[in-house]
């Protein structure tokens, strides 16, 4: 059966559902409450650094399979670029001590018994005890299951969970943090090969699947946002969009991908998370000859993940409320100085951007977590998608884009 689905918020988790159904054959109508799709995980000309920049840096692992299969379905799986081995190159800045580390492919873990490819000052006993992370109850934190302390922990597991959480990983949810661990150092090698969008976001990870959406014959109205859901007998029957209103038929479907906060304002007895974390990404315009690796891990300073790419370095730092308010020209000039110390690159402080995601994520505590909501509601034919919902990640781009493929997964099961 042919279904018309509106899908409502064209963020990756939007866009995830709507390319999964139009490729079923269902009619997609896509509104966007923004000028452009994409949401967090998108690209924009900065003047700054005159320069296309992401709004943050989302890295990708080659485990990520729903990821990898919405960049299959549109067309960009090439653009999603990497080592083509495991390989996290490490830099502590308090100690100037260098490390990579290199996980085997298969799920044995042969690399934490050699001393070359695992932590610094690690001993292969050390990693077994983070098992307990696997088997880790949702209501309880981190610290309940792992001591978070010593090489292994400052060295590994605080800046993957850091990065992974977007909290200060003690108090994190020790369900989500044994998701990740599952789904990462459990996986092997063959699960944690680090990808990049090289060429941007947007060009990778949205525009073509907006290209997509339009040749199945979808339509896409951005400027578009939803003010109100109107319920009755159960189902959603009209949507009105300021001075449009959208009557649906009785066999339409409505998928919300849009933030908590928006789908609780607009289904009132919706639960949700309530709490947020945010994002500090910055960007430096930048020539360099260095071999810098695809992705450096920083210890011991306020640097935490550098990324190169054409004519620019890119630094996040996640759990970032505190440098919410602080100037930015301090800011920028403490990071540059670290990257320096980092990679290398020499010379004055060039152009330079800071962008401040201020609700990031959810903030992903055992009580956070637990108000996450599942992909079905109270309303027949509303379902929900976004990282938000009850994904068994955290908000990551997999979880994101998982999110879509269940939404869509439950209006393909109604055939």
């Known amino acids: 059966m042919q279904r018309t689905v509106h899908v409502i918020g064209a963020g990756v988790s939007g866009l995830a559902a709507s390319v999964r159904l139009a490729n079923a054959g269902h009619r997609i109508h896509l509104h966007e409450a923004t000028p452009q799709a994409g949401g967090r995980c998108r690209s924009y000309y900065d003047q700054a650094t005159d320069l296309v920049i992401d709004n943050g840096n989302h890295l990708l692992l080659s485990g990520n399979r729903h990821a990898l299969a919405y960049a299959r379905a549109i067309g960009t799986e090439a653009g999603l670029q990497g080592p083509s081995k495991a390989e996290f190159a490490f830099v502590d800045l308090a100690t100037q001590k260098r490390w990579t580390l290199r996980i085997n492919r298969g799920p044995i873990p042969f690399w934490i018994f050699r001393g070359s490819q695992r932590v610094p000052d690690t001993r292969p006993s050390d990693y077994l005890k983070l098992m307990p992370l696997l088997r880790a109850k949702r209501g309880e934190r981190v610290d309940q299951y792992i001591a978070c302390k010593g090489p292994l922990y400052q060295r590994l597991v605080q800046p993957l969970m850091l990065a992974a959480l977007n909290i200060d990983p003690p108090i994190g949810s020790a369900g989500l943090a044994g998701a990740i661990v599952r789904e990462t150092l459990l996986a092997g090698g063959g699960a944690c090969r680090p990808l990049i969008a090289r060429d941007g976001l947007s060009a990778v990870l949205v525009e073509p699947a907006i290209d997509l959406l339009k040749r199945k014959g979808a339509t896409v109205s951005f400027d578009h946002e939803l003010h109100k859901i109107t319920v009755a007998g159960g189902r959603v029957s009209t949507l009105t969009f300021g001075s449009d209103t959208i009557s649906l038929g009785g066999d339409d479907i409505v998928i919300m991908a849009v933030p908590a906060r928006q789908a609780a304002t607009l289904v009132p007895e919706l639960k949700t998370p309530t709490q947020f974390v945010s994002i500090l990404n910055a960007h430096f315009r930048v020539e ?22 054409p004519h620019r370095l890119s630094v996040t730092i996640s759990a970032a409320d505190r440098l919410m308010n602080a100037p930015r020209d301090d800011l920028a000039r403490k990071i540059w100085q670290e990257i320096c110390a980092a990679t290398g690159v020499q010379g004055e402080l060039p152009p330079w951007q800071i962008v401040r995601e201020r609700r990031a994520t959810f903030a992903a505590t055992p009580e956070q977590d637990a108000l996450r909501p599942g992909t079905e509601t109270s309303v027949k034919n509303l379902l929900l998608a976004g990282d938000w919902t009850d994904t068994g990640l955290p908000s990551t781009i997999e979880g994101s884009i998982r999110s879509g493929d269940k939404a869509a997964d439950h209006v393909l099961k109604l055939g």
């Open 288 to 309: 360099t000859s260095l071999a810098i690796p695809p992705i450096l891990g920083v210890v011991g300073g306020l640097v935490e993940w550098i990324f190169p790419f």
